[in-house]
């Protein structure tokens, strides 16, 4: 997904990775978000909301083999819009059937990296 491109309006539920240096879009969809009266959760253990919003909770990310099951509790129970997770790991089948859960329930998880260039980590070579 195109976060540049993302647009309140046009937003669909899904999975989608930012770095949290990536102010603006964070800013973006906080605003999307708080205006649908949902819950907006942060799964971490070294980030903190800057502001907390009405509508949303701060919780300690659980351990990775847990962090699947936590998300689709917090998604199954219908009151919520977004999932903020700190550097969420995800293998190919885990990555689908989050997905699936995002459309079902119509939730945005967002997995946070600490690092300052997600765009800027490729590397070109003659191979």
């Not at 993302?6 to 990775?17: A, I, K």
């Not at 699947?68 to 917090?74: A, P, R, S, V, Y």
């Not at 989050?98 to 967002?110: I, M, P």
Request: aromatic residues 8%.
């Amino acid at each position: 997904m195109a976060v540049n491109a993302l647009l309140p309006s046009r937003h669909q539920p899904g999975l989608m990775e930012l770095s949290i240096y990536q102010g603006s879009q964070l800013r973006s969809l906080m605003q999307h978000f708080t205006q649908q009266n949902k819950w907006i959760y942060l799964l971490a253990n070294n980030l903190r909301f800057k502001r907390t919003e009405h509508h949303s909770q701060q919780l300690p990310r659980p351990e990775a083999e847990q962090t699947l099951e936590w998300l689709e509790k917090l998604m199954s129970a219908g009151k919520t819009c977004a999932l903020f997770v700190e550097e969420l790991v995800l293998d190919e089948l885990n990555r689908k059937r989050l997905e699936q859960l995002c459309r079902q329930f119509g939730v945005t998880v967002v997995s946070l990296s600490k690092e300052k260039g997600l765009d800027n980590n490729l590397v070109f070579g003659p191979w």
